[in-house]
């Protein structure tokens, strides 16, 4: 396993303002993906894949958000099977630990295989970010990664709630939370 590279993955999902309307589900509608260098901080192959929904649709609420429209995913999107593949060739997924912001992205990609009877495209060693920045930091309670990036006085890259943007904010959380852990053994 590649330990040089961690995989950053931020996915969003369709969501509704209140109760999930009769018949939907909720599904994945975007993975946000970068590549983190553990050494150098550097962040590169960063990409959103839009996925089309199948049994829910984009909420005005969702789209609020995300700015994820149907339509944009009615014409941009593809399967989530495609977008389980592509994350295998493009970014030879299995190879690396992979890194999210909590766990809901890990249970998101999980359940969503399992349902769909498609192949888990990542591999089984996964970074909880909100929780090694609350443990490197020393906080007792966990902050969302708006919250970790105004801690460390980060500005917030791009549109909050866009898998893509989100992917290289996290990146930057995950990366001063490495390089100070380090540190932290050193002494």
Same mark, same amino acid.
Request: proline content about 3%; overall charge neutral; some cysteine.
């Given at each position: 396993?590649?330990?040089?590279?961690?995989?950053?993955?931020?996915?969003?999902?369709?969501?509704?303002?209140?109760?999930?309307?009769?018949?939907?589900?909720?599904?994945? =509608?975007?993975?946000? =993906?970068?590549?983190?260098?553990?050494?150098?901080?550097?962040?590169?192959?960063?990409?959103?894949?839009?996925?089309?929904?199948?049994?829910?649709?984009?909420?005005? &609420?969702?789209?609020?958000?995300?700015?994820?429209?149907?339509?944009?995913?009615?014409?941009?999107?593809?399967? &989530?099977?495609?977008?389980?593949?592509?994350?295998?060739?493009?970014?030879?997924?299995?190879?690396?630990?992979?890194?999210?912001?909590?766990?809901?992205?890990?249970?998101?990609?999980?359940?969503?295989?399992?349902?769909?009877?498609?192949?888990?495209?990542?591999?089984?060693?996964?970074?909880?970010?909100?929780?090694? &920045?609350?443990?490197?930091?020393?906080?007792?309670?966990?902050?969302?990664?708006?919250?970790?990036?105004?801690?460390?006085?980060?500005?917030?890259?791009?549109?909050?709630?866009?898998?893509?943007?989100?992917?290289?904010?996290?990146?930057?959380?995950?990366?001063?939370?490495?390089?100070?852990?380090?540190?932290?053994?050193?002494?």
């Amino acid at each position: 396993m590649n330990k040089n590279k961690i995989i950053v993955i931020d996915i969003e999902a369709t969501c509704w303002d209140g109760k999930i309307p009769p018949g939907q589900v909720s599904e994945i =509608i975007e993975f946000g =993906i970068c590549v983190l260098d553990t050494e150098s901080g550097e962040i590169e192959k960063n990409k959103g894949i839009l996925v089309k929904p199948e049994r829910s649709e984009v909420s005005s &609420f969702c789209t609020e958000l995300t700015t994820i429209t149907q339509d944009l995913l009615d014409k941009e999107g593809v399967s &989530f099977e495609e977008a389980c593949n592509q994350l295998r060739k493009t970014y030879n997924s299995k190879e690396y630990v992979w890194a999210s912001y909590g766990l809901y992205d890990l249970k998101m990609i999980k359940n969503q295989c399992n349902i769909r009877n498609i192949e888990y495209p990542l591999s089984q060693e996964h970074i909880n970010v909100k929780e090694l &920045f609350r443990e490197v930091k020393g906080m007792s309670r966990k902050v969302g990664m708006k919250g970790a990036l105004a801690i460390l006085n980060i500005p917030l890259e791009g549109t909050h709630h866009r898998g893509v943007d989100d992917a290289k904010n996290i990146a930057k959380v995950l990366h001063w939370s490495l390089k100070n852990k380090k540190e932290a053994e050193r002494i």
